[in-house]
């Protein structure tokens, strides 16, 4: 296991729900942005939301495609990031990874995400 380590993917029907964890050790948590990316095969890995560094209040960014269907929280007292995931459809279907940045403020951009990314964990989600 490394720095960021992602749980709970797995097998979903469409309209259905899953829970992403996204938990870090070894950095100092609170200074970090936590962004979520996903990869489906054949094609580039792309952003589904960010846990701004600013957490605190409750900042979140997410990208288009997700809006209204995925929420993004955390618990800084278990140096965890939650993707909570609702109504998935087929097009959900991809590797899911969380990324950390420190001291930025937030972002989309997977390729300012460069201290710590995790392995990913698989979301496929059958029609």
């Known amino acids: 296991e490394g720095p960021l380590v992602e749980s709970g993917g797995g097998l979903v029907q469409a309209g259905g729900s899953l829970r992403l964890s996204c938990a870090a050790s070894g950095f100092t948590f609170d200074r970090y942005s936590i962004g979520w990316f996903r990869q489906a095969p054949g094609k580039e890995r792309v952003p589904v939301g960010v846990?701004?560094?600013?957490?605190?209040?409750?900042?979140?960014l997410y990208a288009d495609s997700v809006k209204g269907r995925f929420t993004i929280s955390s618990d800084n007292a278990k140096n965890t990031v939650y993707l909570q995931m609702n109504d998935l459809k087929p097009e959900d279907t991809a590797v899911y990874y969380c990324?950390?940045?420190?001291?930025?403020?937030?972002?989309?951009?997977?390729?300012?995400?460069?201290?710590?990314r995790g392995r990913g964990t698989q979301v496929t989600v059958s029609s």
């Open positions: 846990s701004c560094i600013t957490r605190s209040d409750g900042s979140t």
């Open positions: 990324a950390a940045e420190i001291d930025m403020a937030c972002s989309l951009s997977y390729f300012l995400f460069t201290d710590y």
